[in-house]
C-alpha cells in the first residue's frame, strides 16, 4: 500500500467504552499529525510527532491520548468520550524541512467517529 | 478568531461558470497550501506556494499569493461537476513546519 491508511473508517462507541484508532504511512515521511474536523470549523490540530519534537495541542482533552512507536505507525487512543468528541480525524504525515521547501500534507481518509 | 479566514463559505454554480475562492489573513506566511476535500475522503493537496506575487496555474486551476504573503486566491475556470468539494487553505508561518487552516469553502457545480 502506498500513502496514508487510516482504520477503521467508521466507529460508533459508547462514553464508556475504550478504543483506538490507527494511522500508518507508507511514504517514508519524518512527522505525522492528528487532526479533528467538526462541521463548518477549521481543521483542529490535535497531536504532531516529528523526528525533533511531540506537540499537544493543550485545548485537548486528556480523553485522548497519543502514541507513535515508530515514524511509520501513530495511534489515537480513546476514552470515556462525549457525545461533543463525535467528528472526522484525520491523520496525516508529512517531511519536515527545516530550510525551508514544500510542506505539503498526506491525508488519509479519516475515521469517522460517533460517540453515543 | 481564524488565523486563516476563507470567503464566501458556500458556493453553488452551473457547470461552465467562473469561480473564485479567497483565503485571508493578518498574519504573513512562509508558504500556503490549497487542498481540496471529497465527502467521505482526506484533503489532497492542490499546491504550495512560496513567494508573493506567485501565481501557479494546474490545468483549469489558477492560485495566486499575495505580494505580502497574507493572502492567496484559487480561480476555476470553466468549473465542472468534478470540481465540486470542499477547498481548504492552510499556511506555515516562518520556519514552523504545523499547518494552520481555515475552515474551509464548500464548492458545489450543478450538471
Known amino acids: 500500500e502506498t500513502g496514508v491508511t487510516q482504520t477503521p473508517r467508521h466507529l460508533v462507541m459508547g462514553m464508556t467504552n475504550k478504543k483506538s484508532l490507527k494511522c500508518e504511512q507508507h511514504?517514508?515521511?519524518?512527522?505525522m499529525y492528528w487532526y479533528k474536523q467538526s462541521a463548518k470549523k477549521p481543521l483542529e490540530l490535535m497531536f504532531v510527532?516529528?523526528?525533533?519534537?511531540?506537540?499537544e495541542n493543550n485545548s485537548v482533552p486528556s480523553r485522548f491520548s497519543p502514541e507513535c512507536p515508530n515514524s511509520s505507525h501513530l495511534f489515537l487512543h480513546l476514552h470515556t468520550l462525549q457525545p461533543e468528541d463525535s467528528a472526522l480525524y484525520l491523520c496525516?504525515?508529512?517531511?519536515?524541512?527545516?530550510?525551508?521547501?514544500?510542506?505539503?500534507?498526506?491525508f488519509g481518509s479519516g475515521t469517522r467517529l460517533t460517540v453515543v | 478568531t481564524q488565523l486563516l479566514e476563507q470567503s464566501p463559505q458556500f458556493l453553488s454554480i452551473q457547470e461552465g461558470e467562473n469561480l473564485t475562492v479567497y483565503c485571508n489573513s493578518s498574519?504573513?506566511?512562509?508558504?500556503l497550501q490549497w487542498y481540496r476535500q471529497e465527502p467521505g475522503e482526506g484533503p489532497v493537496l492542490l499546491v504550495t506556494?512560496?513567494?508573493?506575487?506567485e501565481v501557479k496555474k494546474l490545468k483549469r486551476l489558477t492560485f495566486q499569493f499575495g505580494d505580502a504573503r497574507k493572502d492567496s486566491s484559487l480561480h476555476i475556470t470553466a468549473a465542472q461537476p468534478g470540481d465540486t468539494g470542499l477547498y481548504l487553505c492552510?499556511?506555515?508561518?516562518?520556519?514552523?513546519?504545523?499547518?494552520?487552516f481555515g475552515a474551509g469553502t464548500t464548492v458545489t457545480v450543478r450538471a
Open positions: 492552510a499556511g506555515a508561518r516562518g520556519n514552523d513546519y504545523k499547518l494552520s
Open positions: 498574519s504573513v506566511f512562509s508558504s
Open positions: 511514504l517514508g515521511h519524518n512527522a
Open positions: 506556494v512560496v513567494t508573493g506575487g
Open positions: 510527532y516529528s523526528l525533533e519534537e511531540r506537540v
Open positions: 496525516a504525515s508529512s517531511q519536515v524541512v527545516r530550510t525551508g521547501g514544500d510542506y505539503g500534507y498526506t
